[in-house]
């Protein structure tokens, strides 16, 4: 099996910094993709910002400029560097992964359970 663990969650300062980590371990043969979704109360689950093994980066509009995803391949993790924070980013953050556990072309989806960021003075 697969799990997917995220941490970095907190209460921070508007203005202020917070960085989330995302591991994933188990039976991994390649990680095709992972990312970074939040969900604020009262609306649905959004994108923030995805990283596909090739490197390249989508990241949501209202994060572009203050948000960095970044991965380390070797330790199956990825990162979310998140810098000038506002209230709105306040939210449950999941961490999702794409993955594929042997050598076929089969691509499985595992979800996080979540950390909380919360921006408030």
């Known amino acids: 099996q697969v799990q997917v663990v995220e941490s970095g969650g907190g209460l921070v300062q508007p203005g202020g910094s917070l960085r989330l980590s995302c591991a994933a371990s188990?039976?991994?043969?390649?990680?095709?993709?992972m990312g970074w979704y939040r969900q604020a109360p009262g609306k649905q689950r959004e994108l923030v910002a995805r990283?596909?093994?090739?490197?390249?980066?989508n990241y949501a509009d209202s994060v572009k400029g203050r948000f960095t995803i970044s991965r380390d391949n070797a330790k199956n993790t990825v990162y979310l560097q998140m810098n000038s924070l506002k209230p709105e980013d306040t939210a449950v953050y999941y961490c999702?992964?794409?993955?594929?556990?042997?050598?076929?072309?089969?691509?499985?989806?595992?979800w996080g359970q979540g950390t909380q960021v919360t921006v408030s003075s």
């Open positions: 188990g039976s991994i043969f390649s990680i095709n993709d």
């Open positions: 990283i596909p093994d090739g490197g390249s980066t």
């Open positions: 999702k992964a794409l993955v594929r556990v042997d050598t076929s072309s089969r691509v499985y989806q595992y």
